[in-house]
């Protein structure tokens, strides 16, 4: 287990999600609101763990990274809204977003303790629901199969980190029955989605490379949560292959997003 750790650790140090200084299409302003779904769940888990004191200097540069992301990202999806003259829709979408995310970070700013936990569970909640309003109001616009499949793999970034989030919650609460439901959905819906993006029909060899990479580790990574069945956790340890799972999902939700702009060009 030690040695396990000390690979993900080391595979991990180096990892950052890439951040855009502006979005010039509709490709990149679903991967990028796509980004906005799993920085909501980041975020969470990120204070949860703060809150447990595991590896709480990486939490806060976690913590740190994601919150700014999220801002600096709503910014430059506003920027392109404008530029695309987006229809109604995607206008409110954006507005509920960071209406929403006023009353998130105000949350997010407060001491990280277990009181708090579930306030911020709800809350990013909350926020994920606003996000993904505004992809699929983008993926509709694009009027294009392949869009779908950059709304998917983005989607299953998120996942990873709502599955670390939720495992966490119940890490530090002790409290499987609340959240065992929603971890459990969640596992199924990363199942089915890794499923249909393994059979989709626009995969290049490299996407198949990468995707079966996700589900060697994914396959890893639900022995953790048969643990988690048996009374016990490993909060460190699913945090850090989940990890691995999102940086593998960001480069294949970036390489759907190239497909999908090819496309259309």
Not at 160 to 182: C, F, H, M, V
Request: charge should be negative.
């Amino acid at each position: 287990m030690k040695v396990l750790i000390l690979i993900c650790t080391l595979a991990l140090s180096s990892f950052s999600i890439p951040s855009f200084a502006e979005i010039n299409s509709l490709s990149q302003a679903i991967n990028e609101s796509g980004r906005l779904r799993m920085l909501s769940q980041r975020m969470a888990k990120a204070y949860l763990l703060k809150a447990m004191d595991i590896q709480p200097e990486k939490a806060t540069q976690q913590f740190t990274s994601s919150f700014q992301k999220f801002e600096s990202n709503l910014t430059d999806l506003g920027l392109f809204s404008i530029e695309l003259g987006s229809p109604a829709a995607i206008d409110a979408s954006l507005t509920a977003i960071q209406n929403q995310w006023s009353i998130y970070k105000s949350e997010l700013n407060k001491q990280a303790d277990q009181s708090s936990t579930a306030n911020i569970l709800a809350l990013s909640d909350e926020t994920l629901q606003t996000c993904e309003m505004l992809v699929s109001e983008l993926e509709k616009t694009a009027e294009r199969n392949s869009a779908r499949w950059v709304n998917l793999s983005g989607r299953q970034r998120m996942l990873s980190q709502r599955i670390a989030k939720l495992y966490s919650a119940i890490s530090l609460s002790g409290d499987t029955q609340r959240y065992d439901d929603e971890l459990k959905q969640a596992i199924a819906e990363f199942d089915q989605a890794l499923n249909e993006l393994i059979n989709s029909p626009d995969n290049t060899h490299f996407v198949n490379h990468k995707l079966k990479k996700v589900a060697t580790q994914w396959n890893f990574s639900k022995q953790g949560f048969k643990v988690l069945d048996k009374g016990s956790s490993t909060p460190l340890v699913i945090s850090m292959t989940t990890e691995s799972i999102l940086r593998q999902m960001n480069d294949i939700t970036a390489l759907y997003e190239e497909i999908d702009h090819n496309k259309n060009g």
